[in-house]
């Protein structure tokens, strides 16, 4: 009742949740050393993840750390050193051995197995695995020739490795390029011929050209999709909410009002900061809303107006304040304090549905490059979540004050985040989660947490 | 209403039709710098198609074309073999196609410049964005010729490659769209197949494949052997992701997609649009209908789709099988004119009704939607419907039109005014360039609900004129 969609009675599985594949799926990732698969693999994950695909990383690399609590060289990897081959088959029999567990137990759908698997034995073996387990196998190859880029991947994330802990760069790049050459003489690619039935993809030099074969499923292909989209080129995001509102100002949630004073003085000195970040190309999006566009206006420049951008629909309560919805809508109110993230209000939207309308956004803003965000709170929310791989339970608490830009830039494996508070006072318009969410509470509260206003 | 000038911004107003909020200079909206359409490219692409003939080019290029067109990309094909038939009006046999036949290549080179021009004249005149040069485009020389032409006039270029080898699929290309072809008016299948074939010889000599390392430059896709696998090569730019997106998705396994309202609803019945309704007692006569009609049409495998709306929900239980919600099949919203009659809308908003019939497909209703935006928000619903195989649909009025519009390549103009009835379902059946459409209509009785563009569309308009076309009602 929370998703206010009809439910009945019925043996079927959730029939109001998208239904992306019918048998878990595992995600094999193929390439040598330093060639972006962890990269690949985690960005992959917390994609799907955010889309509802529960997804979780199996990397191979972790296994051997806890099996061999210490890493002397790369002479582990020798293949003719047979201990170390056996302790290796090893892992990875235990990493499959998880990946089961997270199937049967966990509720997964897509374990992404994170490991070189340049044999065709070690395919071989997966594949085997998963067709005894009844689960879809798609590989994901990454291939590079370009020593400039191996060299910079491996001094991004490498030489900071657990394995290096006491090795200084120099030596850490050169113990690691020896232990690439390990892997070299036993590579061997998927093949065009031999391999024509497996399902995979084939990555060349960083996204320049892609060899996509049998895409099995609707998973599979929105993989496909977005691995096709993401590039590496640095740049940043920067996320803003739009200036302080009418209705802001009197406590009210959604609506389309106009900038108040203060929200004008924001717009201006936005335009004042991103002209003084000096930014290469900046593309600027906002939604429909009125609040939104002003604040753009200011700005200057071009602009992309996105409906997609629009806040959340609060239907019945749209315009209300807080103690207007506790006072017409308790039950409503109390249901969504218990599960923020799914609730739907009456004739509106939840974040869940929000998370899906803002996917082509988030699609989008992987093939951009530097872009300026103006949104407002819960699709800020969203977005926000997407890149610092926030849960659905935290995703509709985090914080977005207004006057504030983020600048997301990507790094290493993940994404650095900072906050540029512009200095000019606003209304705070973040309520936090009451500690009594039952629908039998008082409403003094519930209203708790309510931020001040008019 | 002045604001404050301390900050001398500019004040917005919402733009009457479609509710986008626009800088209020003194009327003047020249100098916009919001853009509320999708930025798909900042320059005219040309879509350039390779292949052996019978590989599925024109198929690829109309299909392409008619999505490309109906996500609001205007986009043309020009075919090469049409330019052939104006200049050539009767055509012989295959011996014209063959490369010592000087003659005959000269008229084709100068087809294909003529076809050049008239993309040039497309995207600078007609405001296209996306030209589908369709021609078998096999030689390096031909290519580059093309290349030259994008190059000076500042088009991007995307090539799409179709190679297959197998010679069951050619033979059933040829049957199923070259026999019937203009070329072979006078013939009977088996001379015409034996001709084609021939004609396709003639190319091979010649064709050269894009090539991994001397092509590597260019932005492009292969596709072998009717999609099991693919090689994207430098996408340039959101449309050309998006083509590869859609061409990686779409496939010719033989299928059929039905198409149906919801049963009859408590608010059809009083006239009112929108809301979210239960079924009226024939409502529910149509959805036990409709379950024996799918079990007699014992489809293989069938998919049933319903939106999150208790109507069409109502309808997909009667069927007793498993069904998939989907929220973006969600009727139109009708933002403030929700649940409302025609003539509630004429006496509360006469201007509003006024501009929704003079431009029906763009009109937003006050916090509402417009077919515009239900379009955009349905291209996840075709996409998947492109990638499955037997699929009945149970959606709303609106969401129907823009679904059928997509498959029968209607344009914004005719979308909002397509008839789509309750109790009636619209079997699709792809067939050769297109798709056969077949109504059933269930013989259960139920209101009408289709309300056609009146005569006077203007807002000084009386409330009969404006009223004249609204179906009985309760």
């Given amino acids: 009742f929370f998703s206010s969609s009809f439910v009945l009675i019925v043996q079927y599985p959730d029939s109001s949740r998208p239904q992306f594949t019918n048998s878990p799926t595992m995600i094999v990732m193929v390439g040598l050393p330093a060639r972006g698969k962890t990269y690949i693999s985690k960005k992959l994950t917390r994609y799907l993840n955010w889309i509802g695909v529960p997804t979780q990383v199996f990397n191979l690399g972790q296994y051997r750390r806890e ?54 034995e070690r395919r071989g073996v997966i594949i085997s695995f998963a067709k005894e387990k009844g689960y879809k196998v798609f590989f994901i190859e990454s291939i590079c020739d370009d020593p400039e880029i191996i060299e910079a991947n491996i001094m991004e994330v490498k030489v900071s490795s657990p394995d290096y802990e006491n090795c200084d760069k120099e030596e850490a790049l050169e113990d690691f390029l020896k232990r690439i050459e390990c892997y070299k003489t036993t590579y061997v690619s998927l093949d065009d011929e031999s391999d024509r039935h497996l399902s995979y993809i084939k990555i060349f030099n960083v996204g320049s050209r892609y060899l996509v074969n049998r895409v099995q499923d609707h998973i599979q292909s929105r ?39 203060q929200g004008k003085k924001y717009a201006s000195t936005l335009s004042e900061f991103i002209r003084d970040q000096a930014i290469k190309d900046l593309k ?21 107006q996105w409906k997609a951008l629009n ?12 103690e207007e919805i506790q006072e017409n809508y308790p039950e409503e109110f109390a249901m969504r304090d218990q599960d923020k993230y799914r609730y739907r209000y009456p004739k509106g939207e939840s974040y869940e549905d929000l998370v899906h309308r803002l996917e082509p956004v988030i699609m989008e803003l992987e093939r951009q490059e530097n872009v300026l965000v103006i949104c407002h709170q819960a699709v800020m929310r969203c977005l926000l979540a997407y890149f610092l791989d926030k849960s659905a339970d935290e995703l509709p608490y985090l914080k977005c004050p207004l006057h504030t830009v983020l600048r997301l830039t990507p790094v290493a494996y993940g994404c650095k985040i900072e906050p540029f508070y512009l200095n000019i006072k606003a209304v705070n318009t973040h309520r936090e989660k009451p500690v009594n969410v039952d629908v039998t509470r008082m409403p003094e509260e519930a209203l708790r947490t309510v931020p001040e206003h008019f």
């Fill in 284 to 304: 600027v999006w906002t939604s429909h809303m009125k609040r939104t566009i002003q604040t753009a206006e200011a700005l200057g420049v071009a602009y992309e």
């Fill in 223 to 261: 993989i496909v999709y977005y691995l096709m989209n993401i590039h590496v080129t640095p740049r940043s995001i920067y996320l803003s909410r739009h200036g302080e509102s009418e209705l802001n100002l009197l406590g009210r949630i959604g609506g389309d009002s106009g900038l108040s004073s």
């Fill in 67 to 120: 099996a061999v609590k210490s890493y002397k060289n790369y002479e582990f990897f020798r293949p003719d050193n047979e201990e170390a081959m056996n302790i290796r088959r090893a892992c990875a029999l235990n990493a499959l051995k998880d990946i089961a567990n997270y199937f049967a137990k966990e509720q997964g759908q897509v374990a992404v197995f994170d490991a070189t698997n340049t044999t065709r």
């Fill in 311 to 322: 806040e959340i629909d609060a239907g019945v309560c749209e315009e209300m304040t807080y």
